[in-house]
């Protein structure tokens, strides 16, 4: 529970108004009710003084205190990011200097990122690639090694997009992004370029842009070299997703498909582990997550069957190989196909595991397909179902938890 929440609500089992509890507190009552409704943040003074007007022992400034210490590391992490974006816009300046081999950082980062929040991965990444960056400017690197030392900023510049993006900034993440696509096009590797591509046209997807996301789809396909790592099958997979959230179920199909054939001739694997690679896993996740967008049916029960079939590859994998935000937004994506189908008590639990997760583990992506769900349930066609109403009041209970 927040402050905002317990204050309202010990308010009211106090039989008092906004003016009454102003008048105790000595603050102004519109400054009170902005607080209550989260539209700003409460000081230590009002939560004491609250916290004796309505006799709460303490319990008032105890809310305020764990508020307070979320509201802290957010802001550290809104300043990282704008460290981050700064090295970006430096990186991108530099067209003609050369870097050192950060590989084997790089690579850990790639990784870890499965299995750590956004958040610390952010800081970490921005620390390489800002050493990246001062290599760059004091020219301590070898003659020779201009190309992987491109490559090394271009991924991390990757990895900063992703954090970005996982934190709901996705203009931060399109500059990132285009800072790892100039790396990539300097150092000559396709491979990065392909992969650049898919994660631009991720990032139009999140901002509803699948036009624009379409765009960097067939640009990437350009710069595909057949059998050579999984970027093919990942930027398909992210055409799948377009079609399907323009409502075109049968194309959306074909390409889904198309991309099983494209893994098949691969011959030569990623460059690079973790967040650089696309897994049969993380395909069938897409698969999942493109059907959702369609009108139920045959594609609902593709999606379901699709996001299970995920769902328990991750968990049958060691647990540094997991990639965690995924195997919960897959939860999420076989809840949103089972509620088409209008299986609702399925759905609850799918989203069972969601449900309990801390506030710091809710990525962007989370809070918004969850939210999808309980607009669903809020529809006239579950009216009268308490497992709906059930399911959507947990959904809409995430944020606070």
């Given at each position: 529970m927040?402050?905002?929440?317990?204050?309202?609500?010990?308010?009211?089992?106090r039989?008092?108004?906004?003016?009454?509890?102003?008048?105790?507190?000595?603050?102004?009552?519109g400054?009170i009710?902005?607080?209550?409704t989260g539209?700003?943040?409460?000081?230590?003074?009002?939560?004491?003084?609250?916290?004796?007007?309505?006799?709460?022992?303490?319990?008032?400034?105890?809310?305020?205190?764990?508020?307070?210490?979320?509201?802290?590391e957010?802001?550290?992490?809104?300043?990282?990011?704008?460290?981050?974006?700064?090295?970006?816009?430096?990186?991108?300046?530099?067209?003609d200097?050369?870097?050192?081999d950060?590989?084997?950082g790089?690579?850990?980062?790639?990784v870890?990122?499965?299995?750590?929040p956004?958040a610390?991965?952010?800081?970490?990444?921005?620390?390489?690639?800002?050493?990246?960056?001062?290599?760059?400017?004091?020219?301590?690197?070898?003659?020779?090694?201009?190309?992987?030392?491109?490559?090394?900023?271009?991924?991390?510049?990757?990895i900063?997009?992703?954090?970005?993006?996982?934190?709901?900034?996705?203009?931060?993440?399109?500059?990132?992004?285009?800072?790892?696509?100039?790396?990539?096009?300097?150092?000559?590797?396709?491979?990065?370029?392909?992969?650049?591509?898919?994660?631009?046209?991720?990032?139009?997807?999140?901002?509803g842009?699948?036009?624009?996301?379409l765009?960097?789809?067939?640009?990437?396909?350009?710069?595909?070299?057949?059998?050579?790592?999984?970027?093919?099958?990942?930027?398909?997979?992210?055409?799948?997703?377009?079609?399907a959230?323009?409502?075109?179920?049968?194309?959306?199909?074909?390409?889904?498909?198309?991309?099983?054939?494209?893994?098949?001739?691969?011959?030569?694997?990623d460059?690079?582990?973790?967040l650089?690679?696309?897994?049969?896993?993380?395909?069938?996740y897409?698969?999942?997550?493109?059907?959702?967008?369609?009108?139920?049916?045959?594609?609902?029960?593709?999606?379901?069957?699709?996001?299970?079939?995920a769902?328990?590859?991750?968990?049958?994998?060691?647990?540094?190989?997991?990639?965690?935000?995924?195997?919960?937004?897959?939860?999420?994506?076989?809840?949103?196909a089972l509620?088409?189908?209008?299986?609702?008590?399925?759905?609850?639990?799918?989203?069972?595991?969601?449900?309990?997760?801390?506030?710091?583990?809710?990525?962007?992506?989370?809070?918004?397909?969850?939210?999808?769900?309980?607009?669903?349930?809020?529809?006239?066609?579950?009216?009268?179902?308490?497992?709906?109403?059930?399911?959507?009041?947990?959904?809409?209970?995430?944020?606070?938890?």
């Open positions: 927040t402050f905002a929440t317990a204050l309202r609500e010990r308010r009211y089992a039989g008092l108004s906004l003016a009454d509890l102003a008048g105790q507190v000595h603050f102004h009552r400054f009710h902005r607080v209550e539209e700003r943040a409460p000081n230590r003074q009002l939560a004491e003084a609250a916290d004796v007007a309505l006799q709460a022992g303490g319990a008032l400034v105890r809310e305020f205190e764990e508020d307070e210490s979320v509201r802290q957010e802001a550290a992490t809104r300043k990282v990011l704008a460290s981050s974006l700064a090295t970006t816009r430096s990186l991108v300046e530099l067209a200097l050369e870097l050192d950060l590989g084997a790089v690579e850990e980062a790639a870890d990122y499965l299995g750590w956004p610390p991965m952010l800081q970490r990444a921005d620390a390489l690639r800002t050493d990246v960056l001062q290599r760059l400017k004091d020219y301590r690197h070898g003659p020779n090694d201009r190309a992987d030392l491109y490559v090394a900023a271009g991924r991390l510049s990757g900063l997009a992703y954090a970005a993006l996982d934190l709901g900034d996705s203009n931060a993440a399109l500059e990132h992004a285009r800072a790892a696509a100039r790396c990539a096009k300097y150092a000559g590797d396709m491979e990065l370029l392909v992969w650049v591509r898919g994660t631009q046209s991720l990032i139009a997807r999140f901002n842009d699948y036009g624009v996301a765009d960097y789809v067939r640009d990437g396909m350009q710069h595909v070299n057949e059998g050579v790592g999984t970027g093919e099958a990942r930027l398909l997979c992210g055409e799948a997703q377009c079609l959230n323009l409502g075109d179920s049968r194309a959306a199909n074909q390409i889904l498909n198309a991309a099983e054939q494209a893994r098949e001739r691969v011959h030569r694997p460059s690079l582990p973790g650089f690679e696309f897994s049969e896993t993380k395909q069938r897409y698969a999942g997550s493109s059907l959702i967008w369609l009108d139920g049916g045959d594609d609902a029960r593709r999606a379901a069957t699709e996001a299970q079939a769902i328990d590859s991750w968990q049958q994998m060691p647990a540094e190989q997991r990639s965690l935000d995924d195997e919960r937004l897959a939860h999420i994506y076989k809840a949103t509620v088409q189908l209008d299986d609702v008590e399925g759905a609850a639990d799918a989203m069972a595991p969601i449900l309990t997760l801390p506030r710091e583990a809710q990525i962007s992506w989370i809070s918004k397909r969850a939210g999808r769900i309980g607009s669903m349930l809020s529809t006239p066609r579950f009216q009268g179902s308490p497992a709906a109403t059930d399911l959507r009041e947990a959904i809409a209970a995430l944020k606070t938890a």
